[in-house]
Nanobody, 119 residues
């Protein structure tokens, strides 16, 4: 199993910044992609950004230019630097870790961390 622990959420003012961290433990050797998703009240969970073990990144269009995802493979940690935050960024942010074995796919989620952007 894989355990994902997130941190760094909190309250920020519009235009401010937050840095989220997610550390994976357990059977991390099977993981290939880690990322961040978010879910606002009454809305579907949506992609924020993902990053592969090799460093290839993918961002949702609304996050490009403001958010940056990175990872430290040695520490099994993925980061999300969020700049120029907007009220619409308010959501619970979830860390995601994915991979595959010969017999099944792996898809794990963290507990989520609340990000609130308000003046």
């Amino acid at each position: 199993q894989v355990r994902l622990v997130e941190s760094g959420g909190g309250l920020a003012q519009p235009g401010g910044s937050l840095r989220l961290s997610c550390t994976a433990s357990g059977r991390t050797f099977e993981l290939t992609t880690m990322g961040w998703y978010r879910q606002a009240p009454g809305k579907q969970r949506e992609l924020v950004a993902t990053i592969t073990t090799g460093g290839k990144t993918n961002y949702a269009d609304s996050m490009k230019g403001r958010f940056t995802i990175s990872r430290d493979n040695a520490k099994n940690t993925v980061y999300l630097q969020m700049n120029n935050l907007k009220p619409e960024d308010t959501a619970v942010y979830y860390c995601n870790a994915r991979g595959a074995t010969m017999f099944y796919d792996i898809n794990n989620w963290g507990q989520g961390t609340q990000v609130t952007v308000s003046s």
